[in-house]
């Protein structure tokens, strides 16, 4: 709470913001928006998981 100083600007902090508080994962941070009551979405992985083959095009998860 330190980090964002208020409840109100936690909810507004995205997951990957509330992760760079060291010591916080990305299961930590989900479990705390929903808390809060804000939807998170967990149907894709993070943008920095995501790498992309520069032959096919295809998706490759890290």
Do not use: Y
């Not at 913001?17 to 149907?43: D, K, N, Q, R, Y």
């Amino acid at each position: 709470m330190t980090h964002f100083g208020s409840v109100a600007k936690l909810k507004q902090a995205s997951v990957e913001e509330i992760t760079a508080v060291p010591g916080i994962g990305v299961t930590t941070a989900t479990a705390v928006l929903e808390a809060l009551g804000v939807p998170v979405s967990t149907e894709s992985a993070p943008p920095e998981a995501e790498v992309r083959d520069d032959d096919s095009g295809q998706r490759v998860w890290g």
